[in-house]
């Protein structure tokens, strides 16, 4: 299944959809309780889109399954939370809030690493790749812990930590795309047999219907 073109058709009927209830409410002049949920949730919908979208497009590229997997499955996961949650409007569990503000921010930060690591970079820009990776998952770690413990964290330490890493984050995530420019075209080995077992899938996947065609043919004949 092509995961990207799946989240792609999803993200676009879920624009179209916002963008309709939008000129409807204009038109109509009256924006409900009914009308935000539905608005709601669509926008929920777009946004798992396109962190599905990021995962999908690492995930096809042969070269990571566990990250762009994962993903995936809390983004999934964290648009059924966020949808029950616009529905319900009150959930006094706490664990469930706690739980969906996990799950989002856990699959954010799968998504921007999926997306940096479509990247292909020289072995002398690699080390950009690790850094986003500590510094992605630092932030993360720090906000699971200041979700999971309440907000027992000093107010200025945690600015600093939040203003420091966000820095580096917001760095990484603009050298990459030059880097990328810059490395050389040829894939490295790792990329190189990554493609040629797409290919096989591809090939399989090709001669299947083709024995599929053949004995159609031969059941037509006889």
């Not at 984050?169 to 493609?195: C, M, Q, R, Y």
């Amino acid at each position: 299944m092509d995961l990207k073109r799946l989240f792609l058709v999803i993200l676009v009927l879920s624009v179209v959809v916002s963008a309709a209830i939008g000129i409807v409410v204009i038109l109509i002049g009256n924006f409900g309780e009914f009308e935000t949920k539905v608005l709601l949730t669509t926008l929920t919908i777009t946004v798992t889109s396109i962190l599905g979208l990021a995962c999908g497009a690492y995930l096809e590229t042969g070269r990571g399954k566990t990250l762009p997997t994962a993903g995936i499955v809390l983004a999934l996961v964290s648009a059924v939370m966020w949808i029950i949650l616009i529905w319900q409007m009150r959930i006094e569990n706490d664990t469930y809030i706690k739980s969906l503000m996990s799950a989002t921010l856990v699959a954010a930060s799968c998504s921007h690493i999926s997306l940096l690591s479509l990247a292909r970079l020289e072995r002398k820009f690699i080390w950009s790749r690790y850094a986003a990776h500590v510094a992605i998952w630092a932030l993360t770690a720090f906000l699971l812990y200041f979700i999971w413990t309440n907000g027992n964290i000093d107010e200025d330490l945690m600015g600093r930590v939040i203003g420091v890493l966000g820095i580096i984050i917001a760095s990484l995530t603009v050298i990459t795309p030059i880097f990328h420019k810059l490395s050389a075209g040829e894939p490295n080995a790792g990329e190189i047999d990554a493609e040629i077992a797409k290919l096989k899938d591809r090939i399989a996947e090709l001669e299947t219907k083709k024995g599929h065609l053949a004995r159609i043919s031969e059941d037509e004949i006889s």
